[in-house]
Antibody, heavy 125, light 112 residues
């Protein structure tokens, strides 16, 4: 069974740091891009960051670029999100998701086919 | 404010058909990027509902279908059931920033 399990969410003061982890199982980890997606209280889903299977390519939403860093350890089937200088607006349930890709019409396309249950980050003084 | 625009809410009675629109721009859906749809039941993680504009993953009932044209996409749910009550999100990519993804603002479906 394909599974993604997040951890590391906590209460943190503004300006502090947190490191989220996501352990995956049931698939060839290094073959798939992965993403972090969050949902703030009363809001909708927001894409945060993605990383390629090798880890060579990373992508970020404008709202977190320069503060968050996505990385992965393919030897441990684990995805990370280092969150620095956190703000109140980063308060959310953070999900990790496995991506599947396909190529067509000259572009690469991706969708998120497996999601974890999420880990809660609260930023408050 | 999301770049992909969805109606905040839709509703329908059991057995009815409802549609949820997702309006983008020339830099995302209009640029040829595919649209995916996700369902989030209350208190649960999002679930992939439709990928590549029109494709259903195995296990998703054929009551769910989707289409895409120009700068917009649409999700249709027929034979509405109580368990369909959830938040629905469209998702695509944008050519202004390589590798970026985006979700619509989400639509709350209420089954009357």
């Amino acid at each position: 069974e394909v599974q993604m399990v997040e951890s590391g969410g906590d209460l943190q003061q503004p300006g502090g740091s947190l490191r989220l982890s996501c352990v995956a199982s049931g698939f060839t980890f290094s073959s798939h891009a992965l993403s972090w997606v969050r949902r703030a209280p009363g809001k909708g889903l927001e894409w945060v960051s993605s990383i390629s299977g090798s880890g060579d390519n990373t992508y970020y939403a404008d709202s977190v670029r320069g503060r968050f860093t996505i990385s992965r350890d393919n030897s441990k089937n684990t995805l990370f999100l280092q969150m620095n200088d956190v703000r109140a607006e980063d308060t959310a349930l953070y999900y990790c998701a496995k991506e599947r890709g396909y190529h067509g019409s000259g572009k690469d396309y991706y969708y998120m086919d497996v999601w974890g249950k999420g880990t809660t980050v609260t930023v408050s003084s | 404010q999301s770049v992909l625009t969805q109606p905040p809410s839709v509703s329908g009675a059991p057995g009815q058909r409802v549609t949820i629109s997702c309006t983008g721009t020339s830099s995302n859906i209009g640029a040829g990027f595919d649209v995916n749809w996700y369902q989030q039941l209350p208190g649960t993680a999002p679930k992939l509902l439709i990928y590549g504009n029109t494709n259903r993953p195995s296990g998703v009932p054929d009551r769910f279908s989707a289409s895409r044209s120009d700068t917009s996409a649409s999700l249709a749910i027929t034979g509405l059931q109580a368990e369909d009550e959830a938040d629905y999100y469209c998702q695509s990519s944008d050519n202004r920033v390589t590798g970026s993804k985006m979700f619509g603002g989400g639509t709350k479906l209420t089954v009357l």
